[in-house]
């Protein structure tokens, strides 16, 4: 099982004193499999742009996965959003994962001047021209342009994130993978068995590890994601990865046994890097369990 993390926020960044660069060499040094971002143009909470925040993080460290979490190209021009993809995907010598997104509120789809029901439609085309503009072949675009991008570079996997059934469809069409956030192990399985068996499925969590004061409670977290994204309290309080070491270890394991390969996780606690150092243990530890189960 591969596990990375959410870099900070901006927010946290200011709370513990740290800057991109800096956590991104933590979570390598550490020893996690990869450093995230998120996509958000326009959000309640101050936020850097992601391509500019993965750059830092791909420059300042060697070898750790770079990845989005999830890019949103249907809110860009098509060929400036490729542009941008193949740009950190040279800068990082080849690092990058890209998840896959048309998600975000109406708030940011109005912000990029692009009409929120065109979301699918425009996603679907991202799909489709983007491996091919990345890779600097010649493409035409819907509107019969010709363009090729230069210079080219390896085209990064494509995880299409989302749970619904649409996500889950794009996947299998048209991604290498699919890229659910806050989901429940059984709900891993279902998803899982509908894609091909060379997929990846990689799981957006959230976590608080420890029992470090200040650190919030599984109650805690479940409650305020009943809150915000309409999850029942039941299926709410199976997402949080909490506890000590062993205890996330085994939750972790419990999505692999349901199919997962990856999981990224974003850290709700008083103190990030300490949070990094725990979640490297988790995985650490994972390994173990999932050889002991088989």
Not at 38 to 61: E, F, I, Q
Not at 228 to 248: K, S, V, W
């Amino acid at each position: 099982m591969r596990i990375g993390v959410i870099l900070p926020s901006v927010e946290v960044q200011r709370r513990d004193g740290i800057d991109l660069a800096t956590a991104a060499r933590h979570a390598e040094d550490a020893g996690l499999d990869g450093v995230w971002h998120g996509d958000h143009l326009a959000v309640g909470t101050p936020t850097v742009d992601c391509m500019v925040a993965l750059t830092v993080a791909a420059t300042a460290t060697r070898s750790i996965g770079i990845g989005a979490s999830v890019f949103v190209p249907a809110i860009r021009p098509l060929v400036w959003a490729a542009k941008q993809v193949a740009s950190l995907q040279l800068v990082s010598g080849g690092r990058l994962r890209l998840g896959i997104g048309s998600g975000g509120g109406r708030a940011q789809w109005a912000a990029a001047g692009v009409p929120f029901g065109e979301r699918g439609h425009r996603t679907e085309t991202a799909l489709r021209l983007l491996p091919r503009l990345i890779a600097g072949d010649p493409v035409t675009l819907p509107d019969g342009t010709d363009v090729r991008l230069a210079p080219g570079a390896d085209v990064p996997p494509l995880w299409i994130g989302n749970a619904s059934a649409a996500a889950i469809d794009r996947a299998a069409r048209l991604g290498d993978g699919w890229f659910p956030s806050l989901i429940t192990p059984a709900a891993v399985g279902a998803g899982r068995s509908r894609l091909p068996a060379s997929a990846t499925v990689t799981i957006g969590a959230l976590a608080a590890l420890g029992d470090a004061p200040g650190t919030p409670s599984r109650a805690e977290l479940a409650s305020g994601i009943a809150a915000a994204y309409r999850h029942t309290a039941h299926d709410a309080d199976q997402l949080p990865i909490t506890g000590g070491t062993d205890e996330a270890a085994a939750r972790v394991a419990e999505y692999a046994a349901h199919g997962a390969t990856h999981l990224v996780a974003g850290l709700s606690g008083p103190d990030w890097r300490a949070q990094v150092d725990l979640l490297a243990e988790v995985r650490r530890r994972c390994d173990d369990v999932i050889a002991v189960g088989g």
